[in-house]
């Protein structure tokens, strides 16, 4: 029977995408690199990011700079900063009525609810004061863990906070970094959130709707009455 429900943050529960484009976007000009270059560094230093090597944002950017011999202006750095978290407020100020109500329905129906997100400190700002914080009984990110998705780690370490073993558990995600697969391989059952994001990911029931959650959760309890 399941006792629990994890689920992924971003394109899963909010989305910074609108119309086909960011919600908010900033810029990096005043670097002084091109931008080719900064988003090659950037993404080398993703995993980084996401396991709490930089502890910051600004850590980050300085070790970008430095990497292409360039001493950091505090002034300009601590400006992106600003501007990186607000625009990563942005999803967090208008989340889906439904995921609320189906978050609220869980708990109604004593299922665990948790949450295993790869995130660097300011992409979660939001989180503490957005309508999701309440919700949850327990909040894996990735830099406090010191690990990220799809290492099976952080699933065992969400897991173990909520005291639930994988095999009684759900993992709903849009499928980024490899998550179902990483949800799968430690024994969670994963579906693909598909309500922001339609990619084609083989292997994984895809949910159209965060409802469908429910409908799942309702089954596996009849099922095992039926036992």
Known sequence: MIQAVFFDLYETLITEWEDNKKKAAYSVEELGLDFEIYKKEWTARREMRMDGTFSTHQSVLEDILSSQ??????????????????????PFKDIDDEIVIVLKQLRMLNI????????????VHGWRTSRLADLFDDVVFSYRAGCAKPSPEIYHTACDNLGVHPSESLFVGDGGSDEL??????????????????????????????????????????SMNKQ
């Open 181 to 222: 697969w990483g949800a799968s391989k430690v024994g969670m059952k994963a579906y693909q959130a598909a309500w922001y994001h339609n990619a084609d990911i083989a292997g994984f029931p895809k949910l159209k709707r965060p409802e469908e959650i429910l409908e799942i959760v309702r089954s596996s309890a009849i």
């Open 112 to 123: 665990k609810v948790g949450l295993i997100s790869n995130c660097a400190p300011e992409e």
């Open 69 to 90: 011999g360039i001493t950091a202006d505090e002034t300009v750095i601590k400006e992106i900063h600003t501007r990186r978290v607000q625009s990563k407020l942005a």
